[in-house]
């Protein structure tokens, strides 16, 4: 990756207006404006950098394909790194999330951190030092189908979260299974995701009751798994990956959206929101 590409992708924060006037700071946007996440045939996800983190990605699975770039974050007694690596899965669940991606917006890049083992387990320390790297390489979405119950956490998650928001890196991140607190899906500038049980692989709703703002299929769905396989199973972990591939699909035709933008696509798309425009087409 281009390091001087990600450094100009990254905008300026800014404080105040101070030494400057409304025209030192003109927005270029797109001249359409952004209906649904589901408009146009040929939203494809095409020129979107998506990075997985979660257990790693299987390259090559036939419902997974290419993928981009791949490394984990590794615990030894100098501390905690972030290493290029082999596109490998420790134990099949972050290959199942990539697999829905790729099926929702298949021309996206498609990148990989591990942050958990063979358990399915990790801790917060790897999960903050991917998500921190992830940001950091500038990816346009991060699916985070993972999530931490650790109080201790919270505010640097939240900074974390926070960040990406400002540089325009979209975290969707997954709801617990479980009604009990965990982070950082709590969070108002991530994108939360809970699962409908709806048969329509399509189908994502609004929830006018969060925290969990959309629902999308994750209730006896298939998916890949390790070897080339598939399995089938059930969890808010992977209806996460379908709205991140809505998101990654939006993208690639309004590539100037904000990350409140882009939630309001989706809310306009949203099966069970009805708006004029809906009616009129």
Not at 27 to 34: F, S
Not at 49 to 73: I, N, Q, T, Y
């Amino acid at each position: 990756m281009d390091m001087a590409q990600t450094a100009q992708r990254r905008p300026e924060l800014v404080w105040s207006l101070r030494g400057r006037r409304p025209e030192d700071i003109g927005v270029t946007a797109d001249e359409e404006r952004p209906g649904s996440a589901r408009e146009g045939e040929d939203a494809r996800g095409r020129g979107v950098r998506v990075c997985v983190v979660d257990s790693g990605v299987e390259a090559g699975h036939p419902l997974v394909g290419r993928v981009d770039g791949a490394w984990a974050v590794t615990k030894d007694e100098h501390g905690i790194g972030v290493t290029e690596t082999e596109a490998t899965d420790s134990c099949g669940h972050g290959t199942a999330c990539a697999g829905i991606i790729r099926r929702t917006a298949p021309e996206c890049e498609l990148y990989s951190v591990q942050v958990l083992g063979r358990t399915f387990g990790g801790t917060g320390e790897v999960l903050l030092a991917g998500l921190r790297w992830a940001i950091h390489e500038g990816f346009d979405v991060i699916n985070l189908s993972l999530s931490t119950t650790r109080a201790r956490f919270v505010e640097e998650l939240r900074a974390l979260a926070d960040e990406a928001y400002f540089r325009r890196t979209v975290i969707v991140a997954s709801a617990h299974n479980s009604t009990v607190e965990s982070f950082p899906w709590r969070f108002a500038s991530v994108i939360s995701v809970g699962s409908h049980a709806e048969d329509d692989p399509d189908l994502h709703l609004y929830n006018p009751s969060p925290p969990v703002e959309f629902f999308a299929p994750g209730q006896n769905v298939q998916v890949a798994w390790l070897g080339g396989t598939t399995i089938r199973t059930t969890g808010n972990s992977f209806a996460t990956p379908y709205i991140t591939g809505l998101c990654a699909r939006v993208l690639s035709r309004h590539r100037r959206l904000t990350s409140f933008q882009l939630k309001n696509a989706l809310y306009l798309s949203a099966a069970n929101v009805h708006t004029g425009m809906r009616g009129a087409s």
